[in-house]
């Protein structure tokens, strides 16, 4: 008997939207490199959709993916096609046509960079369930460049410090018995509630429910023991000492 291979698998992943609000890839190709040069490692290999639910008119997509892959973003698929002519476009491209999940759009703050970047999940049906909440995640260690780590549906706790270029993920809230360089983001599924804790901040980013704050808009908070949450669509930070 031939053994199996490969097996196919539904799972849920979060990634990034680049939502398209006018038909100018022009437009789109510097806003990208805006974007990049706030946080060059943040973004690089990126795995993004392309939402087109706004366009109306021709949209090329062989174009539209070349300036995404030359920004060195990752296009996996397109969402939001709302004719017949887009869907044979965007396949004859060589695309996916992505489901679109449900996304939330944060009003940021004054002093955030406005983007046109969300934070969207992903998911395969699901029979309705009763979810029993599992216990809170400990990791005990340094958390290294490279290095993801994800509490589902609970809280995460961190014995150690987080490096550049890793990332922390919690659908709950996240604590960090040390210093956070890399990437934080706390209620990944949606949750306001929730909350990042820690010793010494020295993020890349802090995000909470999809509301997020980059590096450069840190540094006033910076290397301070903080309580991190969100109030009116905004991050605030309390110090912690």
Known sequence: MTEQAIEFKGTNFTLSVIQLEQNDLTLLDTQLKNKIAQAPQFFNCAPVVADISEITTFLEFSALKNIIESNNFVLVGICGHTSAEQKKAIQQAGLAIVSKGSVKKATP???????????????????????????????KGQIRSGQQIYAKNCDLIIMGSVGNGAEIIADGNIHVYGTIRGRAI?????????????QNLQA?????????????????????????????????????N
Do not use: W
């Open 109 to 139: 703050a004054p002093t955030q960079a406005p983007t046109s970047i969300e934070q969207a999940e992903i998911k395969k049906p699901v029979e309705p369930a009763v979810i029993e909440t599992p216990p809170t995640k400990v990791v």
């Open 186 to 198: 706390a209620g990944a599924s949606g949750q306001s509630e929730s909350k990042i804790f820690c």
């Open 204 to 240: 890349e980013l802090v995000s909470i429910a999809g509301v997020y704050m980059l590096n450069e808009q840190l540094t006033e908070h910076a290397n301070v023991a903080q309580c991190i949450q969100v109030e009116d669509q905004k991050i605030v930070f309390n110090p912690l």
